[in-house]
């Protein structure tokens, strides 16, 4: 079994998006979805291994998922929140919804802005102009955002 999460896991961090079809996509899933189910379907007397096996049938259909744009973990996503999670850690968190609020804010602000190759000090200048002079067009982080009236 361990043999057939690696083979899919390769399988699928050496995909090069466009070289293959939608159906050439399906068959390896489906060829995946085969050989797993010849696995837990094959009768043990080992308790763990039912168990196993078990949850395995009951989620079935979510193991082999290729969708080329959607990443097979979750790592990047557990990083960005990194940051936060330590700082709430070390000075206990916000006493107060609106603090949390605020700072859950700032943070996707931060981040987008990180992620974008934008500075923080530049986004924040202008969107405290726009607050001062509501004729300003408001700056928007993500492309294709609407502006506020």
């Avoid at 079994?1 to 899919?8: G, R």
């Avoid at 936060?84 to 609020?101: C, E, L």
Wanted: hydrophobic share 40%; aromatic share 10%; proline share 7%.
């Amino acid at each position: 079994m361990i043999a057939l999460f690696t083979e899919a896991g390769h399988w699928r961090n050496g995909y090069v998006p466009g070289t293959w079809t939608d159906n050439q996509l399906d068959a390896h899933r489906v060829s995946f979805d085969e050989r797993l189910l010849k696995l837990v379907r094959w009768p043990r007397s080992v308790p763990d291994y039912m168990s196993l096996a078990k949850h395995l049938r009951n989620h079935f259909k979510q193991w082999f998922v290729f969708a080329p744009r959607i990443g097979p973990t979750n790592r990047k996503a557990e990083q960005a929140i990194r940051p936060a999670v330590v700082n709430r850690k070390v000075w206990g968190g916000n006493q107060a919804d609106a603090g949390a609020k605020a700072q859950s804010i700032l943070m996707s602000v931060l981040e987008t802005c990180h992620r974008r190759a934008r500075s923080v000090v530049d986004h924040v200048s202008q969107t405290l102009r726009w607050f001062g002079n509501w004729l300003l067009p408001r700056p928007a982080l993500l492309p294709g955002a609407k502006q506020a009236p």
